[in-house]
């Protein structure tokens, strides 16, 4: 299992959103577990991506429910990149193609890399998410991912 967390000032770590919260339901108290720490090289341009991600999902999502929200969400980034161009192309056994998206990972991906795909992403979710917006009404809702 993989999640977000910040550390607060008193030492404890919480969780970076609710999807992340929902992870941490799956960890019993009283276990001891291993966990592995990274920081992302600009933690506040990474937020601000997962955000703009997060944003949109919350509005594909408004009428739909599911049965993994987590997973879901997972698979909706995926597709995001993918649709934006950011993804790896494969063939399987039987000849047929896999498409995989690229991973956000900041060791995987360079910093100019990063920035290109989430101006190609922002563009996927206005396109995709919100055709029908008006530039007002979009650059109001959409003005922190700008």
């Known amino acids: 299992m993989k999640a977000n967390f ?6 404890i770590l919480v969780p970076a959103s609710d999807l992340d919260a929902g992870a941490i339901s799956a960890i019993l108290n009283g276990y001891e577990y291993e966990v592995d720490i990274t920081v992302p090289v600009d ?36 597709d995001l990149l993918i649709q934006a161009g950011y993804y790896n192309t494969f063939y399987r056994l039987d000849g047929s193609v896999n498409i995989e998206a690229k991973s ?5 991906m360079e ?34 991912f700008m």
């Open 6 to 11: 910040v550390k607060q000032q008193s030492g």
């Open 111 to 144: 910093s100019e890399e990063l920035h290109t795909a989430y101006h190609a992403v922002r563009q996927t979710v206005i396109d995709t998410i919100f055709p029908d917006w008006d530039a007002q009404r979009l650059y109001r809702e959409m003005a922190g």
């Open 104 to 108: 956000l990972a900041w060791g995987r």
């Open 43 to 78: 933690p506040a341009f990474f937020r601000k991506f997962f955000g703009l991600m997060r944003f949109a999902f919350a509005h594909w999502r408004s009428d739909r429910e599911f049965f993994d929200e987590r997973g879901q969400f997972e698979s909706f980034r995926k």
